[in-house]
Every structure is written in C-alpha cells, then in structure tokens.
C-alpha cells in the first residue's frame, strides 16, 4: 500500500485533520501538531507513508514560497524600507556570529575547519515556516519582536545564495561538488559577473512583471468572471516566479516575496491573498508532516545522549546569541525575548545543506544522521517556547508582548472600519461620501474595469468577490465595524449576509435592495438596515414637487419625511405577510392609513429639523410669509 498515491494522499489528510483540532484542545500551534502526527505515520513509527517523505517534502517546501508571497502582499516597499536596518544589521549579525560560535565547537569537537564552517552555517538558520507560522497565530508578528524575527529571517533567505556557492568550496571531491551545483543552480558554469547580472535581471523582471504586466492580465482574466481561471493564473504568477528565481540560483521564497511586495499596491491584492491562502495552509502542513515523517526514531533512541543533549545546546546557544543580538540593537527585554524563543531553532533550509554537505562528503555520515535529529526536535521545541513565553507571570515579558502599545508593523490603512461591497451607481457615492469623511475605506467590486477607473481618479478599490470568506477575511473583516452590501442582487446579499453572521457576528450590515420585494427578502432573513435605493430619491422629487406647487418648504420637507418613516414601517411591518394571501389586503390598509395620516395635520403640528431657512428667508423677502 506505500506505493498506492491514493493512500498515501489519504494518510497524510486524514492525519492533518486529527492533528489540528487535538493541538489546538490541548494548546499547542499547529506546527507541533502537525509535526507529531508526522512522526506517528512516518516510517519509523506506524509505517504508513513508507519512505518517501523527502520527495514530498520538496513539494511541500512550497508552502514556505506561498506564506514568503502572502507576507510580501501585507508589506508596502516603503514599510520595507522601514525594515532595512534590522534585516542587514540583526541578519548579518545572527548568521555571522551563529556560525562563528557553532563552527568554534565543531573544531573542539575534531572537526576539520571546512567541516566545522559547514556546520556552523546549517545551525545558522532557523526555520522561516514554524516562526512565521507561530508568530502568526499568536498576532506577534506585528510587533517589535516579531518584527526582527522576520527581517532576520528574510536575511537567512537571501542567504542561501553565498551558502550555496559556498557549500561546494569545503567538498573534498571537486568533481561531484560540480555536479551538485549544477543541479541547483543553471547559470553555474557562467563567470561570477554574468552569474550577477542574470540575478539582477530576474529580480529586475519580477518587478516589471509586477509593476507593469499584471495588471493587464489580472484584468484580462478578471473579464471572464471564472473564479478558477483566477485561482489558476495566481498559482501560475507564484510558481512562474519560484521557477525564475531557482533557474539563477536564488531562493524561490525570497522571490515569491519580492513578487508580493511589487503587488502590495495592486487592486487585487486580496482577492489574490484569499486564493492563495487555501493552499499556502495544505503545503505548511504538509511541509510539517513531512519534517516530523523525516525523524528517525530507532536512531534517537538508540543515541538519545547527545541527540537530545545536542539539541538542547543548539536551542540554548541561539538563544543566547540572539539575546545578545537584540539587546546590541537597543531591542528592549519583551523584544529581546520574543525574538530569542523565536529563532532558537534550527530551520528546515538545514535538511537541504546536511543533504549537500554528506553528498560532497564535508561532514562525516555520522555527524549528518545526528544533525537531521537535532534540526527537527529543535524544530518541535519552538511552540512549546512560545507557549511558556505566552504564560509567563503578568510582571514579566507576556504583559509587555499582550499589551503592546504600538505596533511594529502597523495594519494596512486599506483594513478600514468599513468593507463596502459593490461600487457601481450607489456604491460610488457612499463610497466618496465615506471618504470625504476620513473614514477608512476598503471596497470590494467583481467590474474589473471598473475598479481600474476608480483607481485612476484616486480612489481605492480592490477586485474581489464579497460573497467568498476569504475575501472578506482578507479585506479585515474581522476588525471592520461596517458591511454596506450595495449589490444589486438581493439573494447574493442573503447569501453574504448569512455567512458575515456565522463567521464576523460583530459586523453591522447595511444592504441596499432595489425594490420592495428584494426588501422583503432582506428583512425576513434578518436583516436589520435594509435600504431600498429609490427611496430617497423619490421622496427628495416628491418634496420639490410640493415645494412648487405651493406647499412651504418645510412643509413639503415634513410630508415628504412622514411618509418615508412611514413606509419603511410599514415595509417591516408587511415584510412577514409577502407571498401569503392577505397581504395585499394589509398593504391597502397600510396604503389608507398613511394617507389618512399625510392629510390629516398631525405631521404638520410636529417639530423636527424639516425647516429649510433659507426658503423662508427668501418667502420673508417677498413678503410671501404668513403670519
């Protein structure tokens, strides 16, 4: 059965749906979960998935490309500039002395000094998947911490480039160091100058690409109004990029995350977050279960000694480095610590160079077996740190981190207090009404033309289908206020409605309905502001027309608010009768009363603000003012 696709498929879904809901009950993130499944079906354990967990693990390793790419989506170039002294000045600083402390004990330990700079290097990097991953459940990342972690990883990423080159100098077999760079990198027979200007270049065309040719695709595509051929050409874009990036010898994260950062201002940001996300979350999984497969049980347990004491040294020497890292920065003690639990871990980038450095014999078999075990506990001993920095006594680093008061990376302004959905006749005045106010704004319209001409006269609008959960979660549902629903659809609305109710129940929604029916509908599936678009209109040409047939102008303002406050009470009153037999009974009752009120002079004997002084001043003028 290890041979059969199908099976091996259904073990590893089957194992990640039992792994999350028992992490999360017994309060652990999803990385470890994951990782502890993956050791229970690996093939030292159950024996479930054979051995093939490093085959799929290359393909899971993609899910590390589509979280870069998602990241990148939520950070502007100029927050990226913002960033530039912790990514060089902490990222340098971390690789550099990691592997100068580690490269240090392997020579006292008998390594050669090749061998022991390869070491150091592998111990050097953390895993950019399990402290993103963490960071994110825990809303850390947004923070002074959680902001060095990232920039020191980002750094590790662009790393890869020199450690790669370099990897090959320590061999002690020339001739197969040559083959493995070859199969990593097509552009390494070329000298080091054109080798650079081929990287320029790719980053140069994933910019243009980004820049300049998307939109006219994403707009091309957007015309067809197929969902799939959108989620399609998304996965296209992210691996097209990855591929590029590989091709010259780059990390296809670290172009997947230059891609997002040159589409952080496009209009279909989130509807390209919310494609994404789905799989970006499967191949992390994946990714996870396929690490915690790749643990060799029987070789732990046969030298638990210094596997888990190496472990425990590699954990405990990164931390204390990044300790002193952060606190040369001037990173306060909350920081400090934040960063330090974070990136104590070896990273899943090391699975690769042990592989390379046992290839061109630089580190003995031995050595590799032991770093493999040592790379993937430290991997599972991440969560278990976050969870003891999260229940830290309140005097100490957990209050500074929950009760920060100023985000390090702030949200997005376009994550506004109101998500309004639909920008075409209504939508756009509510929409430039809003803004006129300063109140914060994200619009969402499935027009892709339309978004590009309201984009080009300074308003800021995103392709994007309201009715998705993903689209709305990436719009900032979760902390908007508002819902204006101005579709002209009303079972579209429905539809939207009762999903925002399940998922956002803090969300007021206000929908617009074209005609009574629609307004009907509205109302019996519960919805409290129902907005018929006529309405007002007519009641302002109503108004008028009394105006200039004789009636006052407060007069014929009064009448005409009587009788739409009126009306929308009787909408809801009748809303429950539509479609029975006695309703147009009760609407011509409805109908008699609220002529019977509008004659009578109730409505005029009322104060309210219907005065239109102006009118009156002018009638004053004229002498037409009555006594």
Partial sequence: MHGNFLFQAFIYLAAATLALPIAKRLGLGSALGYLLAGVLIGPYVLGWVGNAEESVMHFAEFGVVMMLFLIGLELKPSLLWRLRVPILGMGSAQVLLTAAVFGALGMAFGLSFKAAVALGLILAMSSTAIALQSLQERNWLKLRGGQASFSVLLFQDMSVIPILALMPLLASRPGAAAAVTDAHNLLADLPAWQQTLAVLGAGAFVIVIGTFLSRPAFRFIAGSKLREAFTVFALCLVVGIALLMQLVGLSPALGAFLAGVVLAESEYRHELEADIEPFKGLLLGLFFLSVGAAINIPFILKHWQPVFGGAIAVVVIKFAVLIGIAVAFGRRRRDALLFGFALSQVGEFAFVLIALAEQLHVLPRDWTRALVAVTAISMMATAPLLMLLDRLPRRSANKDIAEEPEPALPEPTEKGRVILAGFGRMGNIIGRFLQANGV??????????????????????????????????????????????????????????????????????????????????????????????????????????????????????????????????????????????????????????????????????????????????????????KR
Avoid at 553 to 565: E, G, V
Wanted: proline letters at 2%; aromatic letters at 8%.
């Fill in 440 to 625: 914060p704004l994200t619009v969402l319209d499935m027009d892709a033309d339309l978004i590009d001409g309201v984009r080009k006269v300074g308003l800021k609008a995103y392709y994007g289908d309201a009715s998705r959960l993903d689209t709305l979660r990436a719009a900032g549902a979760e902390k908007a206020t508002l819902l204006i629903l101005t579709l002209g659809d009303a079972s579209k609305a429905k539809e939207i409605g009762e999903m925002v109710k399940k998922h956002f129940p803090h969300l007021e929604i206000l929908a617009r309905s074209k005609s009574r029916t629609d307004a009907y509908e509205l109302i019996n599936a519960g919805f409290n502001r129902v907005y018929r678009e006529t309405l007002g209109t007519s009641m302002d040409m109503g108004a008028d027309a009394l105006h200039l047939l004789g009636f006052r102008a407060y007069q014929a303002r009064r009448a005409a608010d009587a009788f739409k406050k009126h009306n929308e009470v009787s909408v809801r009153e009748l809303a429950p009768h539509w479609g029975k037999q006695n309703y147009f009974e009760m609407l011509r009752a409805k109908i008699n009363e609220s002529e019977a009120k509008l004659q009578g002079a109730g409505f005029r004997a009322s104060v309210d603000s219907a005065w239109d002084n102006e009118a009156l001043r002018e009638e004053a003028q004229r002498g037409e003012l």
